[in-house]
């Protein structure tokens, strides 16, 4: 396994050389517009390219669409995107990253529309460890743990890739401090943003102890 200090300088590095690509982007974005055409971004897409979307990421061995470290902004001008879509992306920043991230998201949002994000759940996690759920952890990612504290750590950390926690307490407020008023509790299968359209994160969220967190938040 790849020690996270080296991961970390990886990604470093991938910002920086990122950043021409950004600013060439912005600069399109103005010229051209977006002819009418609805925007719909998903950030930090991996390997889930979404058909209908803007798929971004920084990591260039994925299918993307942009590629971009969200952490330098986005290149589109204010109020020109539909919808925003991310999972399991946002524990990843550091609390300033995620503060700015957020306000760009806000910003660039035409009025009416709206982000749905999805993170680790922080409250159902400490719920499954004070029930000592053993199970419900990963046994094996990212190291291999036995103990209920070990996949705790596991879940809460991910190796120290994870710099953030959300309960929806916690979200709520950093989409409220980046301008959203309206910021609601979700779940899976469940949008107002995607209506019946909504994509399937997590099926097994549907039933018992959901994994995630799933809050939607709107311009006004």
């Not at 912005?26 to 803007?54: A, D, E, K, M, Q």
């Not at 000592?132 to 996949?151: K, M």
């Not at 950093?174 to 997590?202: H, N």
Request: aromatic share 12%; net charge positive.
């Amino acid at each position: 396994m790849i020690h996270q200090r080296y991961k970390d300088l990886y990604f470093l590095g991938l910002s920086k050389a990122t950043l021409p690509n950004y600013y060439l982007r912005r600069t399109l974005s103005r010229i051209r517009g977006t002819n009418g055409r609805p925007v719909h971004l998903h950030l930090g897409c991996g390997p889930n390219y979404l058909p209908g979307f803007v798929n971004v990421d920084a990591n260039p061995g994925h299918k993307i669409d942009l590629w971009l470290d969200v952490r330098n902004g986005l290149p589109y001008p204010d109020g020109s995107v539909a919808s925003i879509y991310t999972t399991h992306v946002l524990e990843h920043f550091f609390p300033d990253e995620l503060a700015r991230l957020l306000a760009e998201c806000y910003r660039v949002l035409r009025s009416g529309g709206g982000m749905r994000i999805i993170v680790p759940s922080l409250r159902t996690a400490i719920e499954a460890y004070n029930r000592r759920e053993v199970n419900w952890f990963s046994a094996q990612f990212p190291r291999p743990y036995d103990s209920l504290g070990g996949r705790f750590v596991n879940f809460i950390f991910c190796d120290g890739q994870h710099r953030s926690a959300f309960d929806f307490t916690h979200m709520q407020e950093m989409l409220r401090r980046a301008g959203f008023a309206e910021v609601t509790e979700t779940a899976e299968g469940q949008s107002v943003l995607y209506g019946d359209k909504v994509l399937s994160y997590d099926p097994g969220d549907r039933e018992g102890l959901p994994r995630s967190l799933y809050v939607e938040a709107f311009k006004k």
